[in-house]
């Protein structure tokens, strides 16, 4: 069985920083992008970055690309979401999900738990 | 930027009926169209993927249609279950990115 353990989520201070790993068990982890979705407490799902399979081409939804870096360690099948200079508005439930195979996108079929950050003085 | 817009908003249906979500992109582009149901406290689950192919496991009282700018979403047979908050994403492909519409809530009263 395919299974995306998320950690790393918690409470920190405006400005600060965090790391969010995810690592996934049950699949050939190198072979798949993978991606990161965020929802805000009462509001819709939103897209936040993407990695290709061997983690050369990171993308990034405009408004995070310069406080948020995602990357990849396929030899540990884990993403991480390392997020610097937080501010209040990135409080949220973030996702990691499994996306492209070998170039295809197919939605993304697998996701993980979610972790909760909250941004918070 | 692709804009998703999903109609309407909130939908209340009676169990065994049938529910049209729509979904509608600002500018024509890929057929990279999804569909996704989430409930409170659970990840969101992959329904629909390339705007008609159900996604494995799924059952058939999930359609997905469409193409070009307008796509939909069709559960017929309502169940108590089905009560979620629908997304449709797409993929585009230049420039490369990934949008969420804003959901559409069901109710099944």
């Known amino acids: 069985e395919v299974q995306l353990e998320q950690s790393g989520g918690g409470l920190v201070q405006p400005g600060g920083s965090l790391r969010l790993s995810c690592e996934a068990s049950?699949?050939?982890?190198?072979?798949?992008?993978m991606h990161w979705v965020r929802q805000v407490p009462g509001r819709g799902l939103v897209w936040v970055s993407t990695?290709?399979?061997?983690?050369?081409?990171?993308l990034y939804a405009d408004s995070l690309r310069d406080r948020f870096t995602i990357s990849r360690d396929n030899a540990g099948n884990t993403l991480y979401l390392q997020m610097n200079r937080l501010r209040v508005e990135d409080t949220a439930v973030y996702y990691c999900a499994r996306g492209e195979r070998s170039g295809y996108y197919y939605g993304l079929d697998v996701w993980g738990q979610g972790t909760t950050v909250t941004v918070s003085s | 930027e692709v804009v998703l817009t999903q109609s309407p908003a909130t939908l209340s249906l009676s169990p065994g009926e049938r529910a049209t979500l729509s979904c509608r992109a600002s500018?024509?582009?890929?057929?990279?169209l999804a569909w996704y149901q989430h409930k409170p406290g659970q990840a969101p689950r992959l329904l629909i993927y390339?705007?008609?192919n159900r996604a494995p496991g799924i059952p058939a009282r999930f359609r997905g249609s469409g193409s070009g700018t307008d796509f939909t979403l069709t559960i017929s047979s309502l169940e108590p279950e089905d009560s979620a908050v629908y997304y449709c994403?797409?993929?585009?492909?230049?420039?490369?990115?990934?949008?969420f519409g804003q959901g559409t809530k069901l109710e099944i009263e």
């Open positions: 049950g699949v050939t982890f190198n072979t798949y992008w």
């Open positions: 990695i290709d399979s061997d983690g050369r081409s990171p």
């Open positions: 500018q024509s582009g890929s057929s990279y």
């Open positions: 390339d705007a008609s």
């Open positions: 994403q797409r993929r585009s492909n230049w420039p490369l990115m990934y949008t």
